[in-house]
Nanobody
Framework: QLQASGGGLVQAGESLRLSCAASGSTFSSYDMGWFRQAPGKVREFVAAINWSGGRTYYRDSVKGRFTISRDNAKNTVYLQMNSLKPEDTAVYYC????????????????WGQGTLVTVSS
């Protein structure tokens, strides 16, 4: 089970940190990802991190502004979002998949409930 938190209303240029807590004892067996869905749009990939935290991948529009990280001891993955823009407004979801050799943006098996991020201009 995945539980996302940390969303809220911020102004453009501000920061937020999302957290996603996972239940179970095998968190380190999973690659983790963050996705988002803006109103009226399809869900899109934001960032991914492999089981160890040694590899990450971002969509181009968030590179340099967002950082994904994880703490396997706490069964938690984070998304630090800086320099937020109105176009970042969306419901953000965390997701998990069994780790594979190549860090992927598809094939996520488990999804948490979303947390809403609203960025005002």
């Amino acid at each position: 089970q995945l539980q996302a938190s940390g969303g809220g209303l911020v102004q453009a240029g501000e920061s937020l940190r999302l957290s996603c807590a996972a239940s179970g004892s095998t968190f380190s067996s999973y690659d983790m990802g963050w996705f988002r869905q803006a109103p009226g749009k399809v869900r899109e990939f934001v960032a991914a991190i492999n089981w160890s935290g040694g590899r990450t991948y971002y969509r181009d529009s968030v590179k340099g502004r967002f950082t994904i990280s994880r703490d396997n001891a706490k069964n938690t993955v984070y998304l630090q979002m800086n320099s937020l823009k109105p176009e970042d407004t969306a419901v953000y979801y965390c997701a998990a998949k069994h780790t594979t050799r190549v860090l992927s943006i598809t094939g996520y098996e488990y999804w948490g409930q979303g947390t809403l991020v609203t960025v005002s201009s």
